[in-house]
């Protein structure tokens, strides 16, 4: 009995030095989660998205890990997931890019400018900091690299740090998850009148051809997807000065890796590099990926999201975080069925890009069968959403404070 609690509270000294609690704990969260995952409440499931819940209410009992492990296996499963959905899209992304780019790219630059007049107005109306209101607006939207970038702005002007910013960053984040995806279905029921089954059916077919297509390779090349990583991470890194603008915007370890691996799909095997893997197995990279990035997401924000609940101005912050998050997806979902009349997939990718929604792809992935057309709009608009995302976090503290 007293191993079973050193393994799962991770006493120092337990079996491998505590490494075989983090694997349970990781393991058990991913498997609950994905068990959940396969229900259906009011014939609605939440998919991938249970893994944060449990990860959430884990930490919640303390049943967590280190806090540095947690940061890197979010980001890497981060990484991960993206990466795979570029190897997926590259090679049809330019000729789909030039036939509906700058569309939909307009349509996420007013869905993102749609959210920062919510947030403002919420700063006006309310007693809220605008510190607090702009962790918010990052929570709501889940744009890590938008907080710390307004962080940093904040601490540059005043040469003070803002607890209240990731505060407010920790409680909307999990609904900004739950609500994206509400308003997906919501969209899907009143706008399209389809339901789940119907589109996974339309959707299966249109895989089922694409693999025919495609090919056998047995054996993916992991040489390029290591490099491509790497590189992708030196890309994000890249700092982008703007004027004006005290810290530089980056694209960060989501949009860097997203690019390259677009790039390598697309142009790798003019270089007579094998940068296809199949189907399955990319599937299976990004399953992964997502998987561990809403398990550290759930035991990151456990912790402190009862009491700040129950305790602190948490449900007044949540209600703000839903109102960021419901209404630029709602009046973006409007837009782009009645104004720009794109389809289903279509529009809930770029509703998951202009949001920097992981989470959201992956569901939106899960219910119509993985179509190329979510992801690919994903992927068009992501790369200038997660710049305006940043900026935009970082005016907030510059215009306000």
């Known amino acids: 009995m007293n191993l079973i609690n050193n393994l799962f509270e991770g006493a120092e000294g337990s079996w491998s030095g505590g490494i075989a609690h983090i694997l349970i704990i990781i393991s058990i969260v991913i498997a609950l989660g994905r068990i959940l995952g396969k229900t259906k409440i009011c014939g609605i499931s939440f998919g991938v998205t249970w893994v944060l819940f449990v990860g959430i209410l884990f930490a919640h009992h303390g049943l967590t890990i280190d806090h540095n492990l947690i940061h890197f296996l979010k980001e890497f499963g981060l990484v991960l997931f993206v990466y795979s959905i570029g190897l997926q899209v590259g090679p049809g992304f330019f000729s789909s890019f030039r036939s509906g780019g700058l569309v939909l790219n307009g349509l996420a630059v007013f869905i993102i400018a749609v959210g920062v007049l919510v947030t403002v107005g919420i700063h006006f109306l309310s007693d809220i900091p605008v510190t607090t209101v702009t962790g918010i607006?990052?929570?709501?939207?889940?744009?890590?690299?938008?907080?710390?970038?307004?962080?940093?702005?904040?601490?540059?002007?005043?040469?003070?740090?803002?607890?209240?910013?990731?505060?407010?960053?920790?409680?909307?984040?999990?609904?900004?998850?739950?609500?994206?995806?509400?308003?997906?279905?919501?969209?899907?029921?009143?706008?399209?009148?389809?339901?789940?089954?119907?589109?996974?059916?339309?959707?299966?077919?249109?895989?089922?051809?694409?693999?025919?297509?495609?090919?056998?390779?047995?054996?993916?090349?992991?040489?390029?997807?290591?490099?491509?990583?790497?590189?992708?991470?030196?890309?994000?890194?890249?700092?982008?000065?703007?004027?004006?603008?005290?810290?530089?915007?980056k694209l960060g370890l989501a949009g860097g890796p997203l690019i390259v691996s677009i790039l390598i799909s697309r142009f790798g095997p003019r270089f007579h590099i094998i940068t296809y893997t199949t189907p399955s197995a990319n599937l299976m990279i990004r399953e992964i990926g997502i998987s561990l990035f809403l398990t550290c997401v759930g035991l990151e924000a456990g912790e402190g999201f009862v009491d700040t609940l129950v305790h602190g101005d948490g449900m007044k912050w949540i209600m703000y975080g839903a109102l960021i998050t419901v209404i630029p997806v709602l009046a973006g979902g409007f837009i782009g069925k009645y104004v720009l009349r794109l389809d289903y997939n279509t529009l809930t990718g770029v509703l998951s890009g202009a949001c920097t929604n992981p989470p959201a792809l992956a569901y939106a992935s899960e219910q119509d069968g993985g179509s190329d057309k979510t992801s690919v709009a994903y992927a068009t608009v992501y790369p200038l959403s997660m710049f305006l995302r940043v900026l935009a976090a970082q005016l907030m503290v510059l215009f306000f404070c």
């Not at 308003?183 to 089922?208: C, D, P, Q, T, W």
């Not at 993916?220 to 700092?239: D, R």
């Open 137 to 249: 607006m990052s929570g709501a939207v889940t744009n890590t690299p938008g907080l710390g970038a307004a962080q940093q702005t904040y601490f540059d002007i005043t040469g003070n740090t803002a607890n209240d910013m990731a505060q407010g960053y920790a409680v909307a984040y999990p609904l900004g998850v739950i609500g994206c995806i509400l308003s997906f279905i919501l969209i899907r029921i009143v706008l399209y009148r389809v339901s789940g089954a119907e589109s996974r059916s339309a959707v299966h077919n249109e895989r089922k051809t694409a693999g025919e297509v495609r090919g056998n390779s047995d054996q993916p090349n992991l040489i390029p997807i290591f490099i491509g990583i790497a590189l992708g991470c030196i890309l994000g890194s890249i700092p982008i000065s703007l004027p004006g603008i005290p810290q530089p915007v």
